[in-house]
Every structure is written in C-alpha cells, then in structure tokens.
C-alpha cells in the first residue's frame, strides 16, 4: 500500500553524526519536526536550527517551500537563517582578515537563499556590504565576494535601488574606469550597474554621468567580461531619454562600436553563447528602434525642406532634361516625372509620405539609394519609367511598401524581447546597415517584378512574394550584405514557387480515395515514428533558462527523462552546458505517474505571475508547465519554438494525449509523403506477368528513418 500524500520519506544529515531516515508529516508544523529531529542528537535549542537541501542551491526549507520536498531527497540540520545572518554579520566586521575573507565567501553563497536575504537584510545588512565596499580597504577576492554578496541580495527585490547611495555609485564605477581590475571585481561591478540602470530613473542618471560610453567600449577587447559590457551599454541606451538616444547612438559611431563587436564578438575566435546572442539581439533592436521617430513622422507637404527632398529624387533621376519655361509648362512635365518616378499622387507626391508608418522614412530610404547608389537608383526608375507594356514596377509606391514591410519584419519601434537570441550578424558589418539593405530589398522587388512579369493590379501579389524571399533570407542567417545579395539570388521568383508547391505538396496532392486510404494506414505508423523521436529527444535532456533575475548570466537549469520513460530529472546548472548532463548531476526528479497534465502559454502559472515585459508574444508561446501531485508545477521557458514542440509532444506522448504542435502536423505531412512516394513507387516498378492473373500485392512497407537534427 502506497503510503499517504502527506508523508514524504527523507534523509536528514549532521556533521559527525548518522543520518536520521524519517517519515516528514507535511501537515505537521515545520518547527515541530525541526524539534524531533534535534531530540535525535541531543540537541537543545531547536529554536535556532532550520532544514536546508544537501545537495544543489542548498535552499533553506519554509514553510511555504516545503512542498517541494521529494520522496528520497537529502536534507540537512543547519543553523538557522536568523542565526546564520547574526553570525555572518559579526564575523564580516571582524578584524582577522582571514575570517572575513571565509565570512564574505560563505555570505556570497547564501545571499542566493531569499529565506535567509529576507534575514539579513533586515539587520541592515545591506549598509555594512555598502560601506565595505565605499570604504575603498577591500581588494581581491575579498572585494570580490562583498560585490557578489550586495547583488545577489538586491536581485530579491526586497531593498529599492534608490537608497543607494553617490559614494558608493562612484566607487563601482571606478572600478570599471580603472585600467587594472581583477576581472571578476568588474564582471560584478559591471552587473551592479546595469541593475542600476534598469531598476531606477534616478540612478540612471547618476551612472550616466560617472561612466562613459568610451570606457565600456574599451572593456570589449577582454572576453571575460564582454557580455557584461554589451549589457551595460544596452541598459543605458534603453532607459536614456529620447532626445539623449540619437546623441547616444553618434557617440558609439564615432567610437567605432559596430566594427569593435564585429572584429572582437562576432568574428571572434569563441563561439557565441546564448546570453551574448541575446545582448547582440537587444543593440540591434534599440539601434532599428532610433528609426521610429522617422517612421511616424508624416511629410508636410507645405514643408519646402522636405518638398526639395523630392525635387532632389526627381533631379537625380532626369538630370539631363533642362525645365522648360512657364509655370504650366514646368507644372506638366513635373507631374509627368513624378508619374515615371512611380509615385501615386503625381501632381503633389509629398502627400504619399503622410501615411504612418513608414512616413518620412520611406523618403530617406529613396534619397540613400540616388545619392549613394546613383547608377542603380537611376537604372530602377528609367528602364521602368521608359516601357509601356503596362509591366512597369512603380518605384514610388514600392520603395515606400517596402520600408513599411521592413519595419514589420525587424520590429522597428517595439522592445527588446527577454527570451530572444535572433540577432542578424550583417547588420554589425556596415554604419548604414539599415539603409543598404533597403537598397539591396529594392533591387530585388524590382527583378521579381520583372519576374513576375507584373501589371499594377498584382502589386498586393508581388509584396507578398518578396516578404517571403527577404524573410526566408533572414532566417539563412547572412553574415554580409553581400552574402545576403547571394541568399536573395538564390530565392527567384521560380524557386518561390517550388518551395511552395513543395510545402503544399501534402495538402495538395493525393487526394484520390486510394491514396487517402492508404494514407490513413500509414499514418499510425508515422505518428509512432515522431513519438519514439521526441521522447529520445526528452531523454536527451534540454538546458532552460531560470526565470526571475533581473541579471541572465549563468542562470539555467537541466531536465531530462530517464530512460525508461518513467522519472523526469532536473536540476540547476552554473552554465549552460556544451552536451548532455548526467542523471547524477540532477539533483531533483518527478515520477511520471504523478504528471497530472501540460499547461501552455499563458495558463501557465509562471506567465500569470511575470512583468508586463516579460508578458510579449513570444515568451507566451514558449512557455509550458507540468502540473504533478499535490498540486506543484515545474515551470518552462523554452530557448526556441523547436524545444517548445519536442518538450510539449513529449510531455503528452508521455501522458497518452495527442501530440498537436505544429511541429508534429509538419513532420507528419511530410514523413507521411515521403512514404506514399516510396510506396507509389514501389507499385510502379512492379512486373506485371501476361499470364497468370497476378495476385494483388500489398503496397511493400519501408523501413526508413527521419533525421530531426
């Protein structure tokens, strides 16, 4: 008989003594069971002890977290948070340096524990780290584990940045202006920061003015401590003022930030983690997002300046005819060009540019592409303004079309998304990055026009079809805007179409009640296919990141199932790991039969709980949950759609539901096809005799494996 929910079986460990193997009645009060187990070893003042995990994080247990205890799990006897704090405090105002340097070590361990943070930051513990650190005596590793002590305490929450002091402001900051700091003193100082930064209006300002964007620039050359150097300029570029961004964004031109990320990050000789691919992601984004202004700015056509921006596309493009004299004279043949030049409304054209977006930063991309890229720009707008087959590309309309897709496609104007990595390297290989590949995305339009041999009424059609060569582009990765051109080159209007069928082909093809017939047949035999391939992929195992700190470096946590499909392991991790992780190495586990169900999205309980940041679109869809007995949740954030779709196939393969992801409906449709057409092709090279009848063969079955990697 299996025993009560209430009852879960542990060990509990005491330095010197033997284990105590006890039945913890979880609706007995925690002090109570704290109490017994004293009494076991003689010891008096129960009081001041507490439970903690032997193993992992080594979290003290509450009476909120005590849920979480496993059948099996190893705990230990410690003192408790309250005392652990008094001590810690006392011993890092001594005056042995020895014992405060063991002091420090230990306190930068437990400040991770928010039972024990609450503890000692409620005996002001967060000043004595504060005037440690103002102090100026501390150095090394000393110095180092007071500064990892202060951050891991503030990320709680439970202390607001704004009674942070100046002096100590300056201190942090000198750290990271000196030319000769141990690495990890600036790694934390860089990381205190930017928690600044983010979590306080006022102390935005203060840090803004003690560090420079030019000394955070000279910190990229050293790997160490890039990422925290990208994060903290990324910090100060989100939260500077408007009118301080585009300043902002001229001072790291002139310093040369683009090229130095370029040469030293990107093209570096280490691979690019995940928290660097994020920080990349975010430049990029707040670098597109200094375009918005233009963006929703509508042309006043009563505006002269931006009416002679026009004038100038028009001089451009017919330099070589002289105006003819008279106002009516000049009035026509302008009305004519501004025709040719494609615009709609050809006798004022500023009043295409009154729309929002792309307003007038469609009129800045078209006067990039004549002053820069004259030839091109001129060959565009005369080979079209010169045919009268009613298949000239308007160039007017689609330059402006095409700025408004493109802000679509890079999300111009939005924020940065927390669980995003999707940076584009050629965007960091030139200062006008944005610019040129309008230019690039013109020329394109423009040849799949020509390809499409389209008239006026198919430019709804040909926008279409150019989203999908320019978004199937970006997702190839190009690291140049030349080898973007290549990708592009690639994609015709033709291979569009091929890939296109190819797709449909599923949906499209077979539709015969034969065919359908033997589809049904195969398609137990496929879906067990993709079932046994996404729980090898759960025994496998996947790296997570941990949600709720407000710093992301070597935050994760591991999960794998077990090999007989029966346990679900999990555990924290120091870094993300290069391959799979021992089942030893985690610490925390979930029988399968206690899986009650899957939540997604935003059922979740994790999402209902985050900030309004945290709230986008794309950590919804990449979230999930496992619901178990009695009543806990181990909560995801998947790092993609891809792990999203294993995860979530395999969970319900696991609980004998339907596997319905989107990933599962495409590898169906095509794992089903690719066997029909083995099968259809076996029947076709079937040898018919002339004599006997033939005995009506079974369709062969074909064994065949699908590689997901």
């Keep these: 008989m299996p025993p009560p929910a209430d009852i879960v079986k542990v060990a509990i460990e005491w330095p010197g003594a033997n284990a105590q193997l006890i039945e913890m009645d979880q609706k007995r009060p925690l002090s109570s069971i704290i109490r017994e187990v004293c009494d076991g070893w003689s010891l008096s003042g129960s009081e001041q002890f507490a439970l903690r995990y032997a193993d992992g994080p080594q979290l003290y247990i509450t009476e909120q977290s005590r849920g979480e205890i496993k059948n099996g799990t190893i705990l230990r006897l410690a003192i408790s948070p309250a005392r652990a704090a008094r001590q810690l405090l006392e011993r890092i105002q001594s005056h042995g340096i020895d014992a405060r340097l063991e002091a420090l070590k230990e306190l930068a361990k437990l400040s991770a524990d928010p039972t024990f943070a609450a503890e000692f930051i409620n005996m002001e513990g967060i000043g004595t780290l504060a005037r440690l650190v103002e102090s100026g005596t501390h150095f090394g590793e000393m110095l180092a584990f007071t500064l990892t002590a202060f951050l891991e305490l503030m990320d709680h929450g439970i202390v607001s940045w704004d009674l942070i002091s100046l002096s100590f402001i300056k201190q942090i900051a000198g750290y990271v202006n000196q030319p000769m700091v141990d690495v990890s003193i600036l790694q934390r100082s860089l990381a205190i920061l930017e928690s600044m930064v983010l979590n306080s209006h006022s102390l935005y300002h203060r840090v803004a003015q003690e560090i420079t964007v030019g000394q955070l620039i000279g910190h990229l050359s050293n790997q160490e401590i890039q990422t925290y150097a990208i994060a903290l300029i990324n910090a100060l570029f989100l939260k500077a003022p408007e009118d301080r961004r585009q300043e902002m964004a001229s001072t790291l031109a002139q310093k040369h930030l683009r090229s130095i990320i370029l040469n030293h990050v990107i093209r570096g000789n280490r691979p690019i983690k995940a928290e660097m691919a994020h920080q990349l992601y975010v430049l990029q984004v707040l670098t597109f997002n200094l375009l918005e202004e233009r963006m929703m700015t509508k042309m006043d056509p009563n505006d002269q300046a931006q009416r002679d921006i026009i004038f100038e596309l028009r001089r451009i493009a017919f330099d070589g005819e002289s105006d003819p004299t008279g106002t009516e004279k000049r009035k026509a043949m302008y009305t004519k060009d501004y025709k040719m030049l494609g615009f709609t409304n050809h006798v004022n054209p500023a009043l295409d540019f009154t729309q929002t977006p792309p307003g007038m930063l469609a009129l800045d991309n078209m006067l990039y592409l004549a002053k820069v890229h004259q030839d091109t720009y001129i060959r565009i707008v005369l080979e079209n303004s010169s045919r009268e087959d009613k298949h000239e590309c308007p160039f007017g309309r689609c330059a402006i079309e095409l700025t408004r897709m493109l802000c679509e496609i890079l999300q111009v104007g939005e924020l940065p998304n927390e669980g995003c990595n999707d940076y584009h390297p050629m965007f960091f290989t030139h200062d006008r990055a944005w610019e040129e590949f309008?230019?690039?995305?013109?020329?394109?339009?423009?040849?799949?026009?020509?390809?499409?041999?389209?008239?006026?009424?198919?430019?709804?059609?040909?926008?279409?079809?150019?989203?999908?060569?320019?978004?199937?582009?970006?997702?190839?990765?190009?690291s140049s805007i030349d080898q973007l051109k290549n990708k592009l080159r690639g994609l015709n209007y033709s291979e569009i179409l091929r890939l296109r069928q190819s797709e449909r082909m599923s949906q499209d093809d077979f539709q015969s009640p034969p065919i359908i017939e033997l589809r049904e047949r195969i398609q137990p035999e496929i879906l067990e296919l993709i079932k046994q391939q996404r729980l090898n992929r759960l025994c496998?195992?996947?790296?997570?990141?941990?949600?709720?700190?407000?710093?992301?470096?070597?935050?994760?946590?591991?999960?794998?199932?077990?090999?007989?499909?029966?346990?679900?392991?999990?555990?924290?991790?120091?870094?993300?790991?290069?391959?799979?992780?021992?089942?030893?190495?985690?610490?925390?586990?979930?029988?399968?039969?206690?899986?009650?169900?899957?939540?997604?999205?935003?059922?979740?309980?994790?999402?209902?709980?985050?900030?309004?940041?945290?709230?986008?679109?794309e950590v919804l869809e990449l979230a999930f949950s496992v619901l178990y007995d009695p009543?806990?949740?181990?909560?995801?954030?998947?790092?993609?759609?891809?792990?999203?779709?294993?995860?979530?196939?395999?969970?319900?393969?696991?609980?004998?539901?339907?596997?319905?992801?989107?990933?599962?409906?495409?590898?169906?449709?095509?794992?089903?096809?690719?066997?029909?057409?083995?099968?259809?092709?076996?029947?076709?090279?079937?040898?018919?005799?002339?004599?006997?009848?033939?005995?009506?063969?079974?369709?062969?079955?074909?064994?065949?494996?699908?590689?997901?990697?």
């Excluded at 993609?640 to 599962?664: F, H, P």
Aim: proline fraction near 6%; include cysteine.
């Design 438 to 478: 309008f230019c690039v995305c013109i020329q394109l339009l423009n040849k799949t026009w020509k390809e499409m041999r389209a008239t006026a009424e198919d430019f709804n059609k040909v926008m279409q079809v150019v989203r999908e060569q320019i978004t199937r582009a970006l997702a190839m990765k190009p």
């Design 540 to 617: 496998e195992g996947s790296c997570f990141r941990k949600l709720g700190n407000r710093r992301r470096q070597e935050k994760f946590w591991f999960c794998r199932l077990s090999l007989n499909h029966k346990v679900l392991h999990y555990g924290d991790l120091d870094e993300s790991p290069q391959g799979e992780v021992p089942f030893e190495l985690l610490s925390d586990k979930i029988p399968v039969s206690d899986i009650k169900s899957v939540l997604t999205g935003k059922d979740c309980p994790h999402m209902k709980e985050k900030s309004a940041l945290k709230q986008n679109k």
């Design 631 to 709: 009543d806990e949740t181990l909560n995801f954030v998947a790092p993609n759609k891809y792990e999203y779709c294993i995860w979530t196939d395999g969970l319900c393969a696991l609980l004998g539901r339907e596997m319905g992801s989107d990933l599962t409906r495409s590898d169906l449709d095509t794992l089903i096809s690719m066997e029909m057409k083995l099968r259809l092709l076996d029947l076709e090279n079937i040898t018919i005799p002339e004599a006997p009848p033939p005995v009506p063969k079974e369709p062969s079955s074909y064994n065949f494996t699908y590689n997901y990697s």
